[in-house]
């Protein structure tokens, strides 16, 4: 192989480890280096060109302080940009960004150059009949423009013109496919007018495209991006017909694409659409023949349900930093509720006055209905607080604890209104007679409110006949008493059996109103106002053991993903319709489904709120504490945050189980026990001084003798955050025991590592001021001055290191005249500085005498990562 000057005219492919910038060496042609680089950028040799592509980075490096040279290079790019071999234009895209980065970094002009020189390349390229220099122009603006270094004038001038001209009906179906692809992310770094201006229309039409599917599937993929960018308005006007086209496309992959992005579609409508068009259209989705649509619909179903809920609605709004709190309705909301409640409610009233007064069957049959149901409907509740049964059972018993109360308030005039109202209403007695006739003689002839009131009086003269009730049962022993002597005979007892049937009826009686209740509480599982039901009962069906056959297996798992979501659009007053569903996956045999819940479950609790959380929340939290580690492992995360919605004495009880989380099913995880040392220290501020002394005081100690270094160091912090707990809640005695035995356990440990410990908890001591100075003095600093000599010099670098940075800060506190350790704190002082400096002599001397090999290391929670050349032997 000749060289020809210094150039690269013979050089093949394999010398890639010569120096890229080799070119521009001075050589026998006594050209300057810019000279040569215009030679061999546009020399016959294709591999030279390729050469120069590559190095113009390093080019730009050397010759970009000089503006003339700076200039002379860019426009050789620009020229290069035009070769004819497609290999040196995808060489030069190739370092298209990382010269735009280098100029960003470098030239305080770099907004003009770059969009005079490189945006035109790369815009020019997209067009480019080569694929792979196609391929590589889209990479590339795509990289631009996700660091931000294409400008907005650039973006709507430049680059959206050619996206549009090459999604033309008439443009090359590779085109307009990439295209579409570059424009779909572009619109996030677009603003809204320049998408609804310049993209969204073409967007619709592309959406149509009934030539290309590969077309409508990046549409429907990237539907949401539009949606979210362009708002309601135009979400709702022109976009949405044509998803509602997109979800019943032919093509499966297509309907796929949009139950995904179904979430954000729904989140940029309005409720009233939500309710009214998409979710049939989602129904059609789950419903769908493919399974792969069916499985992507179900995956979306909860999510998707979510977008229903509203702060007004569940209680509940998210902050900014994700925190979820409770917020109550505005006082004008409830007055209005409360007004419409009681406009309707009179209403109702007045319509059972009027039947009062004419009609004294119908209101004994439902003054026994009063005696014998409890709960009442007041005048405060809303209409959309009252349970009303389906249509077609209207005409059924009612159901148990519901009464109508009346008002004392006056008669309003019998207008249409009301009698609209009243042929609407019904009591749900099937023995009220035929009052037809007589709304004729009710609205000719007006009755008065005395008249309704004697009535009122003649029915309370009526007897009442419940069994149930103490008089009557009184009297009806009387008569079996007066009775028993005719008893007796045994014709009488053959024929009649008097006490029998009675105890029969009552049976019978209390037989039929189980049954009501319970098909009131079965009915009333299934009622809510907040979703279609449709959507939610689909929801609940996502724990029937066949849709695992039929839509995904995993279909449990995105159920109880999507739990906690649900149950916020629902609101607590709604747990009933989700309550069974949680106890199904709380006890899939998958324990991904488990885990799911678990990490879960104290956002649960914060919706729920305290009640709903003890009853039907702790069996199941309290089943997990039991489960495998991989599903421990998630209430043992968000343990401080679950107890502390408990109450204290239900709280108190998970006390005895916290020794529980040491045991692990496999040993070797340490981040098991990392993790509840560092729950533990949240825990803490939970309970008395009493209970952490008498239950977490151990545990604590147990994890600072524990194998693994990470969990001891977090465990450290744990006996801190105790003894600032004991003191500062003033049980100097329960302290001082502490002290005693951490200076037994650590202090006068036979491992250095105790000792090493000790000093640590000594020093973080001073620095989280867990106790007063003169107690650390007096308890503490003796046993850390003990360890300055001690032999090993992991544990005398750490006491020099906690008496240099802690100790010594806090010396002012040591020249307190009114302490009584007055004098024995000054002479620590002087014994503390005599040490340092002893430490700092033989340290300095020790090292110098060292072999370079030999290293120790003081981890940077103890040391400050500080490295130190040691030999384990004694000073």
Known sequence: MKFKGIG?????????????????????????????????????????????ARGLIDVLREFSDNENDFISIMETVARMSEDAEPTVRAELMEQVPNIAMFLHESRPNFPVAFSRYLVPIVVRYLTDPNNQVRKTSQAALLVLLEQGLICKTDMEGKVCPVLLELTEPNSDDDYKI???AIMCKLITMLGKDTVEHRLLLRYCELCSDSRLFQVRKVCAVNFGEFCSIVGQEATEKLLLPKFYDLCSDSLWGIRKACAECFMVVSHCTSAVVRRSKLSPLFINLISDQSRWVRQAAFQSLGRFISTFATPSGTGFHFHEDGTLTREFQSRNRQREQSKN????????????????????????????????????????????????????????????????????????????????????????????????????????????????????KGEEEVPNLNPKD????????????????????????????????????????????????????EEKSKVQNVVPQQLLDQYLSMTDPARAQTVDTEIARHCAFSLPGVALTLGRQNWHCLKDTYETL??????????????????????????????????????????????????????????????????????????????????RNWRFRFELAEQLILIIELYSH???????????????????????WISYKLVVEILQKLYSCGAHDLSLNFINELVVRFCHCPKWVGRQAFAFICQAVVE???????????????????????????????????????????????????????HSCVFSIIKILNIIIIIIIIHQVYVAHLSPSCKLYIPTSCAGGVWCKSAHRNF
């Open 470 to 521: 103490p008089a009557m049962s009184c009297q009806i022993q009387k008569v079996l008493e007066s009775l028993q002597p005719h008893l007796d005979d045994p014709d009488v007892q053959g024929n009649l059996n008097i006490k029998s049937d009675l105890e029969l009826i009552e049976n019978v009686e209390e037989g039929k109103e189980s049954d009501i209740n319970r098909s009131y509480e």
């Open 341 to 456: 409640g009681q406009r309707s409610n009179k209403l109702e009233e007045q319509t059972l006055r009027q039947m009062a007064q004419k009609h004294n069957t119908g209101k004994r049959d439902f003054a026994k209905t009063e005696h014998k149901h409890g709960k009442v409907l007041s005048a405060s509740q809303t209409p959309e607080d009252t349970y009303y049964p389906p249509a077609q059972s209207l005409n059924k018993p009612p159901a148990e604890g519901i009464i109508l109360v009346r008002s004392e308030c006056s008669t309003p005039t019998f207008n249409q209104q009301t009698d609209d109202m009243y042929n609407s209403f019904h009591y749900w007695r099937p023995v009220l007679p035929d009052i037809s006739q007589d709304l004729e003689l009710l609205q000719s002839e007006g009755k008065d409110e005395e008249t309704g009131k004697e009535m009122l």
């Open 178 to 180: 990439e295209a579409l």
């Open 8 to 52: 690269f005219d013979d050089y093949g492919s394999e010398c890639e480890g010569i120096r890229i910038t080799a070119f521009l060496d001075a050589g026998q042609d006594n050209l300057t280096p810019l000279g040569r680089l215009e030679k061999y950028a546009f020399s016959e040799n294709i591999f030279n060109r390729q050469i120069v």
């Open 768 to 822: 989280e001021d867990c106790m007063p100075m003169d107690q650390f003095a007096q308890h503490l600093l003796p046993c850390l001055l003990s360890l300055s000599s001690d032999p090993v010099p992991n544990v005398r670098v750490l006491v020099a290191k906690a008496l240099r940075q802690s100790v010594l800060e806090k010396c002012k506190i040591f020249t307190c005249t009114n302490s009584p350790h007055t």
């Open 586 to 667: 709380a006890t899939d045999v998958q324990w991904k489904v488990r885990r799911t819940l678990a990490f879960s479950i104290h956002e649960l609790a914060v919706i729920l709120g305290d009640q709903l959380t003890a009853a039907d929340l702790v069996p199941i939290f309290n089943g997990f504490l039991k489960d495998l580690d991989e599903v421990r492992i998630g209430v043992l995360k968000h343990l401080y945050d679950f107890l502390k919605l408990l109450h204290a004495d239900k709280r108190r009880e998970y006390l005895y189980q916290l020794q529980e989380f040491m045991v692990t099913d496999n040993s």
């Open 690 to 712: 009493h209970d952490v002394y008498n239950y977490l005081r151990q545990i604590a100690l147990d994890l600072c003798s524990d194998k693994v270094s990470e969990v001891r």
